[in-house]
């Protein structure tokens, strides 16, 4: 498809995410995912960049016809749509507000975003998503939110652990990629983590620990469809499945009980693309987390990537035609 000539106006996405990455990281999402989807974007006759919060800027000085640059770049919301998504890693703390407001801020504009702040939000917190998707049919983990503080010392937090049981999973309530995910075998345990949690004002959630070997489903949803399942199983001895801790990835079929639910997001969630985390314990399935802006993993074992690059421009594809739907929708008249 390379070449090809885009089917709408749109010429132009723009992934906002904070700066923030070190030299090791930066240089790995390059490799993996930053120019593959510059690559997959080419092919679909878009170009595609990434961008800090401060890169944009609006000229309100009228309010009814603002004009918004992208470094120093005009866009439109005919021609550009901004991928938005909350990241709030320890070193992304303090660009959460910035994300939050410059996306309210190009809502207001009349840009198209393929997931709104409210999404961003319900995905970002953990609790937030089960309390949202409770009636999953697949069922949601039980989770107990523990915010964290000046005075976690006091241990108030424990009047919600009563039914809470041990071993529990113990874990920041809005982090990614396996990040300080903790195996707590008991309340002490627990203590012990909330206060290392007050040093960053990070909120936690415990939840039932489903026992070793607990595999990890990703199905990645495209204009309401399963489109592909990514498979995540953990080294032995450790709670997680996450590549970063040590988990195995290998794409596979989809289960048909988890082809069956994705209707359900579908319908919560009429977006052109996210993606959907289940935990299997052996016996039954579990929803866990909510994705708007999931990682599309390589395929290690295919030197071309091609599922990667497969999803990815479904993905972008799926970004396009919901852009052209909301332009003639009247989505972006002022």
């Known amino acids: 498809m390379s070449g090809a000539v885009p089917s709408g106006p749109l010429r132009r996405m723009c992934w906002i995410f904070p700066d923030r990455e070190s030299t090791r ?18 092919e679909l006759g878009l170009e595609w960049t990434r961008h800090a919060p401060e890169a944009v800027t609006v000229d309100a000085v009228d309010p009814a016809r603002p004009r918004v640059y992208v470094d120093d770049e005009p866009v439109t919301p005919e021609d550009t749509l901004f991928i938005t998504a909350l990241y709030s890693l320890p070193y992304q703390s303090m660009d959460v507000f910035n994300q939050l407001a410059l996306t309210t801020v190009l809502e207001q504009a009349g840009f198209y975003l393929p ?18 998707l409770a009636d999953s049919p697949v069922p949601p983990i039980p989770s107990v939110r523990i915010g964290s503080g000046r005075d976690v010392s006091k241990h108030q937090y424990e009047v919600a652990l009563g039914e809470l049981g ?28 909330a206060s290392l949690a007050q040093g960053g004002d990070t909120t936690l959630i415990a ?16 204009d309401g469809a399963p489109y592909a399942v990514l498979r995540r199983t953990p080294e032995a001895g450790s709670p997680v499945a996450n590549a970063s801790r040590g988990g195995s990835m290998d794409f596979c079929e989809i289960p048909a009980e988890l082809a ?26 579990w929803f866990s987390e909510l994705e708007p802006d999931g990682v599309i993993a390589p395929d290690f074992d295919d030197p071309e990537r091609s599922v990667q690059r497969d999803v990815t421009r479904a993905r972008f594809a799926a970004y396009r035609a919901a852009h052209t739907a909301f332009l003639e929708n009247g989505g972006a008249a002022r």
């Not at 309530?173 to 345990?189: F, K, M, T, V």
């Not at 939840?207 to 495209?222: A, C, K, N, S």
């Open 166 to 193: 041990f071993p529990a999973i113990v874990k920041p309530s809005g982090w990614c990629g396996g990040g300080g995910i903790n195996l707590a075998r008991s309340l002490e345990d627990v203590r012990g983590l």
């Open 115 to 132: 997931f709104p702040a409210q999404v961003s939000l319900l995905g970002n917190d953990k609790l937030a998503t089960v309390l949202f």
């Open 207 to 222: 939840q039932p620990y489903l026992g070793d070997g607990t595999v990890d489903y990703r199905v990645y949803v495209i």
């Open 260 to 285: 069956e639910a994705t209707a359900y997001f579908a319908k919560k969630l009429p977006i052109p693309f996210f993606c959907v985390d289940f935990l299997h314990d052996g016996e039954r399935f």
């Open 25 to 42: 990281s930066g240089a790995m999402w390059r490799h993996y995912f930053w120019d593959m989807y510059a690559e997959i974007a080419a």
